[in-house]
């Protein structure tokens, strides 16, 4: 009888674990022991694995061959090519089947497919008996997988000691080294013996390795090794990496080295710092750490830790614990990464005062900067410590640097002073620190960054309008800054307040002599006063205040670009604000006016869908059959409208008469430039 894959009645017993059956059918003349199946199994290895010493003593006595083994396409398909008895009664730690089988001369020493012996898999599955009876009968304790089907398992190297190791078996790899095991064995990309347990951390199963000549350097190598991000990782790497601290000590009482360079540039003491385990990194100085050593080359250059030494990882996460050690055993305070920058200006910017004092306090520049082509890349170059404070407020340590000789008016490459970034972030505290101290309230950033940026000749004045600081406009204002100062557009303080409808401090500027008719350019290079500004932005209060002091309201903007032509009142009618509308044309606005292609107010706010605006200006005088030419034809408020499917303005048009087109073809949803 046999069944799909041709096993025997015997094999089908032995593996339905049927143990009376498969007696009879052993003792049976008629039964042939050594009938394998397809697959190559025979009955004497399926009583191996199922594990009866009795039955396997008949089959053995019988005839049957010890180290018959699967074999052929099928076998390796089911991944049992090459497995004898004796791996069999191994595997499933059947020891005294393992003891007949050694005494009927099976060979301990033969391997499978993948190339794994009898003995390598007692050690790996912790099976110690079989180890003893595996060894005592001569198996080879350096024997280990090759070939090219090992290679792609990533066995190959993995003796019976590596086996054990890697799984933490103490046991069995203390009596494999007694009884002479290679304990500096590696596999074929250089792992040891030593280094999976040291990253598992296995203190035993290291100690014991280390006791018997392990060395503490190796490291994996090679694509594989790459592959997996390991290349260069001493077994003090992998245990530090693993934060398996107690082998992390035992390793550099051993004399593993603190400074062992990965592919990548790091070392097992900048690992520890960027842990920030204070007593870890006390072990690595005491075992010779260098203090100094940073990461170089591209692929530090990749992972951005080029020029991070023990202390500037300390400082990137506000250890002011390792800091002070690292200074007190005389690491470098000024270092600084690729980009330029320094353990101070990081600390500065994060705000951690304590950090400050301890890096100034050591001999810390004040006044370093971020030098270079990266720095200059980033907009880095120039950002003294007290930059990076100030643009984030922290007034106490501005305060210190400033004690300490840090210069107030130190500008970056884009021409900024910590005055300028402080009063741009809208750090008023900051703000009065500096001027007390001397800061220029009227520098501003110059040059051809500052151009390209376009903050040319924006002082702090005119960059705290823009953001509508109040309380640092007075300030500023207060201290002498200058109210009139105008960028390279022509901006002004004043024209910057327009925008925010804040009249108290428009009218501050004028009481301060600030032009309330200076003119700037737009986007689109078209001149503007600060009644287009209020108007564009709703500030009503501020362009009531402009129109009574005597600005006129049909002021248009001059120029070649797009917006030139438009008054106030278009402005105003684009956006909708209706009460700018109505105050506009009340002091004598144009409300037929148009702009340079030929858009009138009505045909903006028609196009713009504001349906109060269309009804305010057609109740004015608007007139709402006007036309412009639009691509070819001449178009109305009515065409704009409807072409955007704005039916209620629509509505608003036909109720003031406007005449319908008996068909439109403007294409759908055509928008005016605004």
């Excluded at 296995?202 to 290349?231: C, K, R, S, Y």
């Excluded at 309330?516 to 009503?540: C, M, P, R």
């Amino acid at each position: 009888y046999r069944e799909a894959d041709g096993l025997t009645a015997l094999s089908i017993a032995a593996g339905k674990k049927h143990k009376p059956l498969t007696e009879i059918l052993a003792s049976c003349p008629e039964v042939e022991v050594n009938k394998a199946s397809l697959s190559g199994i025979t009955p004497l290895l399926m009583v191996a694995e199922v594990g009866w010493p009795d039955i396997l003593d008949i089959l053995l006595q019988r005839g049957a061959v010890v180290d018959s083994a699967p074999s052929g396409k099928r076998a390796e398909d089911n991944k049992i090519a090459g497995s004898t008895p004796l791996i069999g009664a191994t595997k499933y730690n059947h020891p005294e089947c393992v003891k007949r089988l050694l005494a009927n001369h099976a060979n301990p020493n033969h391997q499978n497919q993948s190339g794994i012996s009898a003995l390598m898999l007692a050690a790996e599955q912790g099976f110690f008996d079989c180890v003893k009876l595996l060894v005592q009968a001569g198996a080879d304790l350096e024997l280990a997988p090759s070939g090219q089907l090992a290679l792609t398992m990533n066995l190959c190297g993995q003796t019976p000691l590596f086996c054990a190791a890697k799984e933490g078996r103490t046991e069995i790899v203390k009596y494999l080294l007694d009884r002479g095991a290679n304990p500096r064995v590696q596999n074929h990309y250089g792992v040891s013996a030593l280094w999976i347990p040291a990253q598992k951390g296995m203190l035993q199963v290291v100690e014991l390795l280390l006791n018997a000549g392990a060395e503490t350097h190796v490291a994996p190598f090679g694509n594989l090794a790459d592959e997996l991000n390991i290349t260069g990782w001493t077994p003090l790497y992998a245990a530090m990496k693993s934060r398996k601290f107690d082998v992390v000590k035992l390793l550099l009482k051993r004399g593993a080295d603190p400074n062992a360079v990965t592919k990548l540039g790091s070392t097992p003491f900048l690992l520890a710092s960027e842990i920030c385990d204070l007593d870890i990194i006390e072990a690595c100085v005491e075992a010779g750490a260098d203090l100094d050593f940073a990461p170089s080359g591209p692929d530090a250059d990749n992972l951005n830790i080029t020029g991070q030494t023990a202390l500037f990882m300390a400082t990137l996460k506000d250890r002011v614990d390792v800091v002070k050690f690292l200074i007190q055993k005389g690491a470098h305070v000024n270092v600084q990464n690729r980009y330029g920058v320094s353990p101070l200006l990081l600390c500065a910017e994060s705000g951690n005062y304590e950090l400050v004092q301890a890096l100034v306090q050591a001999g810390a520049d004040v006044n370093i900067t971020p030098k270079g082509e990266l720095a200059e890349e980033n907009f880095l170059a120039g950002q003294t410590p007290l930059f990076g404070a100030a643009k984030k407020g922290h007034v106490d340590i501005c305060e210190y640097l400033i004690q300490n000789g840090a210069d107030v008016n130190a500008v970056t490459m884009t021409g900024a002073t910590p005055l300028y970034t402080a009063t741009e972030e809208g750090h008023l505290d900051v703000v009065r620190l500096l001027i007390r101290h001397g800061a220029d309230v009227n520098r501003s950033p110059k040059g051809q960054v500052a151009r390209d940026l376009h903050i040319e000749n924006q002082t702090p004045l005119l960059i705290a309008c823009m953001r509508n600081h109040e309380a640092i406009i007075r300030h500023l204002i207060e201290s002498g800054a200058n109210v009139n100062v105008t960028s390279e557009r022509g901006s002004s303080p004043f024209l910057a307040i327009c925008q925010h409808n804040n009249v108290e401090l428009a009218r501050l500027l004028i009481q301060h002599e600030a032009r309330h008719d200076v003119e700037a350019k737009n986007l689109y290079d078209g001149k503007i006063n600060g009644l287009i500004v209020a108007a564009e932005s709703g500030s009503f209060d501020t362009l009531r205040l402009l129109v009574e002091a005597g600005l006129d309201v049909n002021y248009k903007i001059e120029g070649k670009g797009e917006t030139a032509g438009r008054t106030p009142l278009f402005c105003a009618c684009a956006k909708g604000f209706q009460d700018i509308v109505e105050y506009l044309i009340d002091r004598g606005a144009d409300v037929n006016g148009t702009e340079k292609s030929g858009l009138s107010c009505l045909h903006i706010a028609a196009a713009m869908g504001h349906a109060d605006t269309v009804r305010i200006l057609c109740e004015r005088g608007a007139n709402v059959d006007q036309q412009f030419r639009f691509e070819e034809q001449d178009v109305t408020a009515y065409d704009l409208a409807e072409s955007q499917q704005h039916d209620h303005v629509c509505q608003v048009l036909r109720n003031f008469g406007a005449r319908q087109p008996q068909h439109s073809t403007l294409p759908s949803h055509v928008e005016p430039n605004k």
